[in-house]
């Protein structure tokens, strides 16, 4: 059973850089799409992008100016980096696996999630 | 971006009941649909991908339906612990969004 872990500092001061690691256990890397969600309090959930395990990503416009994703075979992580983060930026945020190696989509494995205060 | 649309926002039911929840594209995402369950404080479980498989380990109580734009999520017989919000979430094209979800609450 893949398990997922996100880490990273829980409160970000605004206009710095948010930065979050998922490390993968129990099961390889490759080949599949890797995502991160996130979930503002008492809202809906947002899709912020994905990195295939050869490099490549995808990123939602609404945020791509200010996100990168990166990927580390060797120690079965990836990472996100949110810049220029607002108090709009506040949530948890989760990082997934898709069910099929072919394509980004459905998620079936996701870390447990770690909130993420924007807060000075 | 293709907007999701889930009714009803809030649903009322009861232990046994039969419910249906709905999911409106704005466009065309053939099946590239999946469903998920939230419980508070825990990062969504997927039920249901490309719009009518079921994950493995998902009771069959669980079951969708729909292609192009319209899609069904459909609980056949509640049980307690199906209280929670379910999300729909397209994978036809990218962005993937997501339904704003449907709270189901104990009647």
């Known amino acids: 059973q893949v398990q997922l872990q996100e880490s990273g500092p829980g409160l970000v001061k605004p206009s710095e850089t948010l930065s979050l690691t998922c490390t993968v256990s129990r099961g390889s890397i490759s080949p599949y799409y890797w995502s991160w969600i996130r979930q503002p309090p008492g809202k809906g959930l947002e899709w912020i992008g994905y990195i295939y395990s050869s490099g490549s990503t995808n990123y939602n416009p609404s945020l791509k100016t200010r996100v990168t994703i990166s990927i580390d075979t060797s120690k079965k992580q990836f990472s996100l980096k949110l810049s220029s983060v607002t108090a709009a930026d506040t949530a948890v945020y989760y990082c997934?696996?898709?069910?099929?190696?072919?394509?980004?989509?459905?998620?079936?494995?996701w870390g447990q999630g770690t909130l993420v205060t924007v807060s000075s | 971006d293709i907007q999701m649309t889930q009714s009803p926002s809030t649903l009322s039911a009861s232990v046994g009941d039969r419910v249906t929840i709905t999911c409106r594209a704005s466009q065309s995402i053939s099946s590239w649909l999946a469903w998920y369950q939230q419980k508070p404080g825990k990062a969504p479980n997927l039920l249901i991908y490309k719009a009518s498989s079921l994950e493995s380990g998902v009771p069959s109580r669980f079951s969708g339906s729909g292609s192009g734009t319209e899609f069904t999520l459909t609980i056949s017989s509640l049980q307690p612990d199906d209280f929670a919000t379910y999300y729909c979430?397209?994978?036809?094209?990218?962005?993937?969004?997501f339904g704003q979800g449907t709270r189901l609450e104990i009647k």
């Open positions: 979430q397209q994978y036809n094209s990218y962005p993937i969004t």
């Open positions: 997934a696996r898709s069910y099929s190696s072919s394509w980004c989509g459905d998620f079936n494995y």
